[in-house]
């Protein structure tokens, strides 16, 4: 810290000590700026997906890795490390030396879930990890089997209100957001449902075409394609305005339970004291690319387009998002141990 001296000095001199004071520093952040930004990155950067390749965070980290590596000259590599839930990758990169060449990609489950139910995470998102910039935001899909005798979310939940618990759904797992956000549905609408935990989206995906669960909250990204196949039938989606992909398929909000609105968002984040200036100028790199036209497209066919975001502005909806999962899962009375 700067030593100030208690010293005399005229009202004039006062002012100009400040202006003079106040332009070095200004200066000096100047070229503190200027050379973090010219000298990085100085090697290859990494983005660490939590999850095995195919799901929603490998696709946004796939979509960015190579206009990224283009705009900062470097080569940007997608490392997949799954386990835990995503904690594992998360664990990895919170270790990491914070220059801005070990990155995060991550998703509603392991930043906002995990920490607020799991008392083994091991980590606190905002402590440990600087948030860069929100990439995609996308509704969860309920899909159910398309031999299955109701065609709507409402014939659904009156099944599940005549039978307490004769209604099942997957998840990919305990706390995942599709669990999560059948949690929410079953406490909206006063109904007891069984909860079927899957060791992955794949597992779960597989046994909802084969009818042995009554629905699943999928990513959109996996359930389109079987939708259009008929493999299976979608009843709603988990977001607060519609799907324009799936305009016929309505919201859950506007069906059984007003202001529903779950999804499976993913964003780029790094090691705690990673210095400003970097933060900043991947921020404005990965906002410039998500807002090309081939990639703003290729978001918006799954829902997932988000718009221009600050890392503040992230750092917002981050503390929104665990304090909405620390409250649902304290009702729903999901606590891993």
């Not at 779960?204 to 996996?222: E, K, P, Y």
């Not at 503040?312 to 899962?329: G, P």
Request: positive net charge; hydrophobic residues 40%; charged residues 20%.
């Amino acid at each position: 810290m700067r030593n100030t001296e208690s010293r005399s000095f005229s009202p004039g001199k006062r002012r100009f000590l400040g202006a003079g004071c106040a332009g070095a520093l200004a200066a000096a952040s100047g070229m503190r700026l200027a050379y973090a930004q010219d000298a990085y990155p100085s090697q290859s950067i990494s983005i660490l997906v939590p999850y095995s390749p195919g799901g929603q965070g490998d696709v946004f980290a796939r979509l960015l890795s190579e206009p990224l590596g283009t705009i900062l000259k470097q080569s940007v590599v997608v490392e997949n490390r799954p386990g835990a839930t995503g904690m594992i990758g998360t664990r990895a990169v919170i270790r990491e030396k914070p220059d801005g060449h070990h990155l995060l990609l991550g998703q509603t489950g392991e930043m906002a879930i995990q920490p607020s139910v799991n008392d083994k995470a091991g980590y606190d998102t905002l402590k440990d990890l600087a948030p860069i910039v929100l990439i995609g935001d996308a509704p969860l899909i309920m899909i159910a089997p398309k031999s299955a005798p109701y065609n709507s979310i409402q014939e659904l939940i009156e099944l599940a209100r005549g039978k307490p618990e004769a209604v099942s759904y997957a998840s990919s797992g305990t706390a995942t957001p599709g669990h999560l956000a059948a949690a929410a549905l079953a406490l909206g609408t006063k109904t007891r449902m069984v909860h079927v935990p899957y060791k992955g989206a794949g597992q779960a995906m597989t046994d909802v075409i084969g009818g042995q669960v009554n629905f699943f909250f999928s990513s959109a990204s996996a359930a389109t394609g079987h939708i259009k196949a008929g493999s299976v039938k979608a009843l709603a989606v988990s977001s607060s305005k519609r799907l324009a992909s799936l305009a016929d398929v309505p919201t859950i909000a506007e069906s059984v339970v007003p202001g529903f609105n779950f999804s499976l968002w993913g964003g780029l984040f790094a090691p705690k004291q990673t210095p400003a200036p970097i933060i900043d100028r991947l921020n404005k790199e990965v906002n410039d690319i998500l807002a090309t036209p081939a990639i703003k497209a290729r978001f918006e066919s799954d829902g997932s387009a988000v718009a221009r975001n600050s890392p503040a502005e992230f750092t917002k909806f981050v503390q929104d998002e665990i304090a909405k999962y620390r409250e649902l899962s304290a009702a729903a009375g999901v606590v891993i141990k």
